[in-house]
């Protein structure tokens, strides 16, 4: 079985909220929600809901994995840092929903992400990167996101996404994709060939 036959498994675990709050940030106002199997989970998947969100309107959404070296410290390597706050920015004109799951380094984890990325300085490409290492070219799955969705009561999406994989595999679980709303990165020097890999091997819409 693919990595992307397995990326939306249904079956693997049972979450729930955690906790939830009001959360002011630049883009707009939301409510943060933890999503969790065990309330003392150090490290939740996240649900950023629009304070305006309407469910009865197809719903702006964005699936976003962790890349804390992207997200956080802003690294070039990828565009994953610039695509979460493109995205936040459409999220807050659409009122919709950004949905945060901690799977880093496409599931792989931070140390082995590290690994990954000494392996393509020496030429290596993240796919082969991850497979010289002993795992799939993708390890996230994303059936929390399924579950979280299924929680906030939505049915109909306007996705956020480049990978028409997340479309034709919500589709076949229900959702209705009545929209793909394409996220435009410019490539830098430092992320060229990541965004190549992207493209031509994992059929990525760049």
């Not at 496409?106 to 393509?120: D, S, T, W």
């Not at 979280?148 to 595999?169: F, V």
Request: charged fraction near 25%; proline fraction near 4%; charge should be negative.
């Amino acid at each position: 079985m693919t990595a992307s036959e397995t990326f939306w498994d249904d079956c693997c675990f049972f979450i729930m909220r955690q906790a939830e709050a009001l959360l002011p940030t630049t883009y707009g106002e939301f409510k943060m929600i933890a999503y969790a199997g065990d309330p003392g989970d150090p490290m939740p998947n996240i649900a950023l809901v629009h304070s305006d969100f309407n469910k009865s309107e197809p719903a702006v959404v964005r699936i976003h994995s962790e890349c804390m070296t992207g997200d956080v410290f802003s690294s070039r390597k990828c565009d994953c840092g610039e695509q979460l706050h493109q995205s936040l920015k459409m999220i807050a004109e659409g009122k919709g929903i950004l949905i945060y799951l901690r799977q880093e380094g496409r599931g792989i984890g931070l140390i082995n992400k590290l690994k990954a990325y000494q392996l393509q300085e020496d030429g290596l490409n993240t796919i082969d990167a991850n497979l010289h290492l002993g795992f799939q070219e993708d390890e996230r799955q994303y059936s929390d996101a399924v579950e979280i969705l299924r929680d906030l009561g939505i049915k109909k999406i306007r996705l956020i996404t480049n990978n028409p994989l997340k479309i034709l595999a919500l589709e076949k679980i229900g959702f209705e994709i009545t929209e793909r709303i394409p996220i435009i990165v410019p490539a830098q020097k430092e992320s060229r060939s990541y965004l190549e890999v992207k493209r031509d091997l994992m059929g990525h819409l760049l």
